[in-house]
């Protein structure tokens, strides 16, 4: 706590008014983080109406994600406190709502049910998550665009199997 006292500038006695412990104050951080990827996930699914577009366009949202400098990602995917059920409750609520949003957009478009949808959805959010921590992690050669660009191509023809909801069918 020292130490996060001096880097914000501000007296441990000020620190401890906020956060009484360590781990509330990790839960703001972990929230904040959180926060920020599903604002992420949430943009890219807004971002255009073309579905390959979108596809692509959320991936490369966890690509980003995992790549940002500050490392934020490890705070929600790779934490040692993931034990912890204020934690383990966040991560679990944070990948839920990833997925409901992709779900929502499976669902509009193809008239699937909320739990089909939901299904596909928590495979394309888990395969985006996974695949950029290993890119990053490997320290691959593969830059980020190729690398999502692969990534939305096996997504894309999985998803694109279901046909559009209310498309004419030749």
Aim: proline content about 3%.
């Amino acid at each position: 706590m020292d130490d996060i006292a001096e880097r914000a500038g501000v007296s441990k006695p000020v620190l401890y008014q906020h956060f009484p412990g360590k781990l509330e104050l990790y839960l703001a951080l972990l929230d904040q983080h959180c926060e920020a990827l599903l604002q992420a996930v949430r943009t890219a699914l807004a971002s255009t109406t073309d579905n390959k577009l979108r596809v692509a366009a959320t991936m490369d949202a966890y690509f980003a994600y995992v790549q940002d400098e500050g490392g934020a990602f490890r705070l929600v995917f790779e934490s040692d406190l993931t034990n912890e059920p204020a934690v383990r409750e966040r991560v679990e609520r944070v990948s839920l709502q990833c997925a409901e949003a992709i779900s929502d957009v499976i669902a509009e478009d193809t008239g699937l049910s909320q739990d089909e949808s939901m299904l596909l959805a928590v495979g394309l959010g888990g395969v985006s998550q996974v695949v950029a921590r290993y890119w990053l992690s490997s320290g691959s050669g593969i830059p980020r665009d190729k690398a999502v660009q692969l990534l939305t191509s096996l997504a894309w023809r999985g998803i694109a199997g279901f046909p559009l909801h209310g498309a004419e069918q030749h």
